[in-house]
């Protein structure tokens, strides 16, 4: 393979960060090279897994997602969807490309939406525990009210991978909106954060994708045993999970976008975009 040669002093990206302190690298547009990536990961037949939740009224969007996925998302490799969903009755038929399968898992519905968000840590760990373990290599966790505008690949693998918040990735740390009661397992003081990380999505390998799953649904458990609920649910419990157990890798906001925050000069694609909707009429 023939490629430009790395240039020590001339950095792909210099108006953005594209380093942590602790060395994992903030994945931008033109921070990497995608055709020695496919190579790398095609040597080990990387097999990969998206999971989303399709309950109650969001199975509407189960359509565009996996459409749009097949055009965009982990093009040429091995990938499992797995959709947890109430309605299986509901789930449309799709053509795959070879390599590719979806995977519908029936689960219970909740009351509220809030507890659908929050219960997804508990089933994501226990089905990859049991199921996905030995099915695939990565586990990738999203949200289904989404599209894929442009190619998402191997460049978000890593041991343990988070992704900036697109409304919070230009602010000061106590600008972010951390649960901070202190009687809360989310707590997150003033002085304290790196950044704030958006709750749908995040993924890594199977067994760091269980520690930190379980991680959120116990510290959900203890804040409910003392009648408490963190300010913004699951998304709260991962980024006090991501202070103590750092990512290796993070994607850069335009990994999980909406058209509500515009369009900053930094993001040069928005490569997977939250769909236009009203909430009041889809969550339940």
């Known amino acids: 393979m023939l490629y430009e040669k790395p240039e020590t002093f ?13 060395l994992a690298p903030i994945i931008w547009d033109g921070s990497f090279n995608r055709n020695i990536l496919n190579a790398q990961f095609h040597q080990i037949e990387v097999r990969v897994g998206l999971t989303v939740f399709a309950i109650k009224k969001y ?6 997602f996996i459409e749009t996925a097949e055009q965009f998302f982990m093009v040429g490799h091995k990938v499992n969807y797995y959709v947890f969903t109430d309605r299986v009755g509901e789930i449309p038929n799709f053509t795959l490309a070879e390599g590719r399968r979806l995977v519908v898992l029936e689960v219970p519905a909740y009351k509220r939406w809030q507890d659908v968000t929050m219960r997804r840590m508990e089933m994501i760990r226990d ?31 890593s041991n ?12 000061q740390r106590r600008e972010f909106t951390y649960e901070r009661r202190p009687r809360s397992s989310a707590y997150i003081p003033y002085e304290k954060g790196d950044f704030y990380y958006a709750g749908g999505y995040f993924g890594g390998v199977i067994e760091e ?9 116990h510290a959900m458990m203890a804040d409910k045993a003392q009648n408490m609920e963190a300010l913004w649910h699951d998304e709260s419990y991962l980024n006090k999970y991501f202070l103590s157990y750092k990512p290796t890798k ?5 990994y999980i976008w909406n058209n509500y925050y515009g369009s900053p000069a930094v993001v040069k ?5 939250g769909v236009d909707k009203d909430y009041q009429k889809v969550r339940f």
């Open 127 to 157: 089905f990859s525990v049991k199921k996905f373990v030995g099915e695939v290599d990565y586990l990738a966790c999203v949200d289904v009210d989404m599209v894929f505008l442009d190619e998402v690949g191997v460049e978000i693998l």
């Open 160 to 171: 343990v991978f988070g992704a900036l918040h697109p409304g919070f990735f230009e602010k």
């Open 250 to 254: 993070i994607l850069s906001p335009e």
């Open 269 to 273: 694609t928005k490569r997977f975009l």
């Open 59 to 64: 199975v509407m969007f189960l359509q565009k």
């Open 10 to 22: 001339r950095p792909q990206r210099a108006d953005v960060l594209t380093v942590t302190p602790w």
């Open 209 to 217: 994708v269980v520690k930190l799953t379980n991680y959120c649904h």
